[in-house]
């Protein structure tokens, strides 16, 4: 997809209401997790925030994937947006996003034009409310990766979501012990499922509302 397109479409999609729910339920483990749609604010979850940014290279639009490190944690060697914890001199989740993107891959908070937010979403297995904030740049960013945070930066094009054979499902065991019937993006032979698959159900839908 054209980069111009690609901002137009979004900027108009965001204009829009929110598809929320049903587009992220579209990408979301089976069975799926109550807690992630019914959970309470008094449970006191952690504010987060992760950055979609859109790219130029050679006049079509992509953005960056990063794969976590194997860890003894949660999210160990998966797929993510750049991004973390809301820090207490963070003045807005926009800031926070940039500033993550910033420490983890290099991109420069002043060189991000920022479009706007799409739907939080709640990570019951780190207890993380996500806000992902969607930001472009007109030229590409250098990216260097955070060693300890990144084990690799995927630069994927927005064109490759569009693609039917892209999306595909299967059972994936999770902890040892849970088993789940995961829809996902095949990306550069990568599972990208979870929280990302579907933050990404959500804004391929705001994408494909500013056609509308």
Do not use: C
């Amino acid at each position: 997809m054209e980069f111009d397109l690609a901002i137009e479409l979004l900027q108009k999609g965001l204009k829009k209401p929110l598809p929320g729910q049903i587009a992220q339920k579209s990408m979301s483990p089976l069975p799926i997790d109550p807690k992630r749609f019914d959970f309470k604010f008094s449970e006191n979850p952690r504010k987060g925030a992760v950055l979609i940014f859109i790219y130029p290279e050679e006049g079509r639009a992509f953005f960056p994937l990063i794969k976590r490190p194997t860890y003894a944690g949660v999210h160990s060697g998966q797929i993510a947006f750049p991004g973390g914890k809301m820090e207490p001199e963070d003045e807005s989740l926009s800031i926070t996003a940039m500033r993550e993107a910033w420490e983890e891959v290099g991109i420069l908070p002043e060189e991000v034009k920022l479009i706007g937010p799409i739907s939080d979403l709640f990570v019951p297995a780190s207890n993380f409310l996500v806000s992902p904030i969607i930001g472009y740049s007109e030229k590409k960013p250098l990216f260097i990766p955070e060693l300890k945070e990144v084990d690799r930066i995927i630069e994927t094009p927005l064109e490759l979501l569009l693609r039917l054979e892209t999306r595909k499902q299967r059972t994936l065991e999770v902890g040892g012990k849970i088993k789940l019937d995961a829809p996902y993006f095949d990306i550069e032979d990568e599972i990208v499922w979870g929280a990302t698959a579907m933050i990404l159900g959500e804004f391929l839908q705001v994408l494909e509302n500013g056609r509308g």
